[in-house]
């Protein structure tokens, strides 16, 4: 299989033991971005403020940058390539899922690429934040309003590199809630071929709503080039270039998932798919590593009867994950971070340049992921591991 870079994620607090666990901690750590913090820039160019990485692997600190930064295309060949070499474990690539039904003993499903019935144990939804499992397993009374849109879009993309973007991100806001962020994909300017760019927009936009749904790039980059057209910033051209020439380009919109239940029968949903708690939280990537450990092990310890798991792994996170959706500041939080007026962007250069100074950035700890999750120890995945 092959993966493109995606964008940067981090890796914090509980989900770093389960990596520890899975043998995999040293992989990962071979292939961080390494970022070492962020700058924030004016329209010039120039750092304003910089706030250095997360001092713990826990993901305390009021800063970007965690102790774990990675392309979300590493992490994913490295887990991809863990669950591959274990016995009995193979990829069916280029086909959805279309159809399941399920009675007490098994679960049915239709895939495209052959449109006949297979049977499983369980299926595990794990597609996520337009889940097509969620859609074909819950009830409509189960998804009703489950999206909680954050009324944020960005596009991800990669761009050549320049010396400056080592070691730190570099991020620069425009009025009317805009902002580039470019980020290190590798940890050396020799390394460092590519870079990430993030253009994002912190409004409702039905222009781009449609361009989404319509799936097509070129839309998408147009409407992205208008929204950004007036952009003062400096990084501006640089971005706007880039995403013109990128290969790699897709658009996000940023919102929550929240669901009375996380599965049904044999189903299960995992991850962004069951509940996504939006970038604005940086728990998305820890809550899909730890809720895939809790199915594996709760499945490990019933084989016979995944319903009775799935309502286990339920019962064990839910709370937790209640915690980590909380969005520091509130739903507001966005829209404090991307100011529409250039005097709100003054305000907010001048509040990151004084807690930069002061070094309160390292001891502010905003993030309700960091309340405390105890891992579960699983006898029988830790001998399979072994």
């Known amino acids: 299989m092959q ?26 750590r071979q292939k961080l971005t390494g970022e ?68 007490e003993s098994k679960v049915t499903a239709v895939l495209s690429d052959t449109n006949a019935p297979e049977e499983f144990e369980a299926i595990i939804g794990a597609d996520g934040m337009m889940s097509k499992v969620r859609r074909l397993v819950l009830d409509d009374n189960a998804r009703r309003d489950c999206f909680k849109s954050i009324e944020q879009y960005t596009a991800f993309f990669s761009i050549p590199s320049r010396p400056e973007d080592i070691p730190d991100a570099l991020l620069q806001h425009g009025t009317g809630r805009r902002a580039i962020l470019i980020r290190p994909i590798k940890g050396s300017v020799e390394a460092n071929e590519r870079s990430s760019c993030y253009m994002v927009y912190t409004k409702e936009l039905l222009d781009l709503a449609d361009a989404i749904a319509s799936r097509s790039i070129d839309t998408q980059k147009e409407v992205f080039a208008e929204i950004f057209k007036g952009f003062a910033g400096s990084l501006r051209e640089r971005a706007l270039k880039g995403m013109w020439e990128a ?63 799935f309502k286990e792994y339920e019962r064990k996170f839910r709370d937790y994950v209640a915690t980590a959706q909380k969005i520091p500041g509130g739903s507001a939080l966005p829209k404090l971070a991307n100011p529409e007026t250039a005097w709100g962007i003054s305000v907010l250069r001048w509040v990151f340049w004084f807690v930069s100074w002061s070094g309160l950035y390292k001891v502010i700890n905003p993030k309700g992921g960091n309340a405390k999750f105890e891992l579960p120890d699983y006898e029988i995945m830790a001998k399979n591991l072994a």
Not at 13 to 28: K, S
Not at 280 to 309: C, F, H, M, R, W
């Open 247 to 309: 290969n790699d380009f897709y658009v996000s919109q940023s919102a929550q998932i929240k669901l009375p239940v996380w599965s049904k029968g044999r189903v299960v949903l995992a991850g962004d798919s069951a509940y996504a708690p939006s970038p604005a939280t940086g728990q998305g990537t820890a809550l899909a590593i730890i809720g895939s450990y809790l199915i594996a092990g709760e499945l490990a310890k019933t084989p016979d009867n995944p319903v009775a798991a």
């Open 3 to 28: 993966f493109t870079y995606g964008q940067g994620i981090d890796v914090t607090g509980p989900a770093v033991e389960i990596l520890r666990r899975m043998g995999v901690y040293d992989e990962v």
């Open 36 to 103: 070492k913090g962020f700058a924030i820039l004016d329209d010039s160019g120039k750092v304003i403020a910089r706030l250095g990485a997360s001092e713990d692997e826990k993901g305390s600190g009021f800063t970007l940058t965690q102790e774990l930064e990675i392309m979300r295309g590493d992490m994913t060949r490295i887990l991809a390539d863990a669950a591959q070499s274990l016995e009995g474990v193979r990829y069916r690539c280029g086909c959805s899922v279309t159809e399941i039904h399920q009675s």
